[in-house]
Nanobody, 125 residues
């Protein structure tokens, strides 16, 4: 049974940093891209960042470009999201996703087969 477990969320002040982690179990995802999505209260789930199956390329949504980085560790079957210079508008539940594509720029959430349970990130002003 495949399971994705996220961690690292929390409550921080604007300007702070957080590092989200997502670890998979049940099968290897070394041949799949990983992505992070987020969903703010009352809004649609949106793409945040993606990284290719081999880690060679990554893509970011415009609101986070230059502040967030994504990385992966295939030995750990994990993906990470480093979030710097956090803003109140970054407040959301963050989800990791994988399975279904090898490419980093896939923003359609329907393309991802496996999802984590989500971790809350709250940024106060």
């Amino acid at each position: 049974q495949v399971q994705l477990v996220e961690s690292g969320g929390g409550l921080v002040q604007a300007g702070a940093s957080l590092r989200l982690s997502c670890t998979a179990s049940g099968r290897s995802f070394s041949d799949s891209a990983w992505a992070w999505f987020r969903q703010a209260s009352g809004k649609e789930r949106e793409f945040v960042a993606g990284i290719t199956w081999n880690g060679a390329n990554s893509n970011f949504a415009a609101p986070v470009k230059g502040r967030f980085t994504i990385s992966r560790d295939n030995r750990e079957n994990a993906v990470y999201l480093q979030m710097n210079s956090l803003k109140p508008e970054d407040t959301a539940v963050y989800y990791c996703a994988t399975g279904g594509t090898r490419y980093s720029g896939v923003i359609d959430k329907q393309m991802y087969k496996y999802w984590g349970q989500g971790t809350q990130v709250t940024v106060s002003s």
